[in-house]
T-cell receptor
Framework: GQQVMQIPQYQHVQEGEDFTTYCNSSTTLSNIQWYKQRPGGHPVFLIQLVKSGEVKKQKRLTFQFGEAKKNSSLHITATQTTDVGTYFCAGLRDYGQNFVFGPGTRLSVLP | NAGVTQTPKFQVLKTGQSMTLQCAQDMNHEYMSWYRQDPGMGLRLIHYSVGAGITDQGEVPNGYNVSRSTTEDFPLRLLSAAPSQTSVYFC?????????????FGQGTRLTVV
């Protein structure tokens, strides 16, 4: 079946440093979504990518969809303590019935 | 708007007990789903529904039942709780039946089976 992997599993950064998490699928995806979950909270939708090579920005967050539509990345510039949480990617394959979530990357930001 | 509401927030069950986790949404979303979240495993789909009267199995359906008698409600039933069902459960809904929309998650139910 479809598998979605994320690396790293954990990342500790100093406030102000950059952070990147990578999402890789075993199958080609029709679209990919990113979610953020604060500690003790629930996942909250960040963005959806649909086109090959697509790049979208949200303030300090940059999302990219790979040319082959099998991988994606989330890059945060100059992290802040408010960025703390777990970031999940969720991929939908062509003709898929449901999104498959990756295991997430937990980000800690040290002030 | 309340969005997606889950009850209870916390629950402790004894092995073999049954219970229903409630989920309600007030956004008139057709698509609803249940996930369980375990450490290091992300969110795994248990069951989903694309509309009232329609349900289907997800990745990990064993030990769980669902029904969808109304658009608003999508309860998840544990028939005979087992320690392996200790987890955090999230209900989510999406607009329409297409999957190119964002998922709205409830606050979660933390379930412990002893």
């Amino acid at each position: 079946g479809q598998q979605v992997m994320q690396i790293p599993q954990y990342q500790h950064v100093q406030e102000g440093e950059d952070f990147t998490t990578y999402c890789n699928s075993s199958t080609t995806l029709s679209n990919i979504q990113w979610y953020k979950q604060r500690p003790g909270g629930h996942p909250v939708f960040l963005i959806q990518l649909v086109k090959s090579g697509e790049v979208k920005k949200q303030k300090r967050l940059t999302f990219q969809f790979g040319e082959a539509k099998k991988n994606s990345s989330l890059h945060i510039t100059a992290t802040q303590t408010t960025d703390v949480g777990t970031y999940f990617c969720a991929g939908l394959r062509d003709y898929g019935q449901n999104f498959v979530f990756g295991p997430g990357t937990r980000l800690s930001v040290l002030p | 708007n309340a969005g997606v509401t889950q009850t209870p927030k916390f629950q402790v069950l004894k092995t073999g007990q049954s219970m229903t986790l409630q989920c309600a949404q007030d956004m008139n979303h057709e698509y609803m789903s249940w996930y369980r979240q375990d450490p290091g495993m992300g969110l795994r789909l248990i069951h989903y529904s694309v509309g009232a009267g329609i349900t289907d199995q997800g990745e990990v359906p064993n030990g769980y039942n669902v029904s969808r008698s109304t658009t608003e409600d999508f309860p998840l039933r544990l028939l005979s709780a087992a320690p392996s069902q200790t987890s955090v459960y999230f209900c989510a809904s999406r607009q329409g039946r297409a999957l190119n929309t964002e998922a709205f998650f409830g606050q979660g139910t933390r379930l412990t089976v002893v």
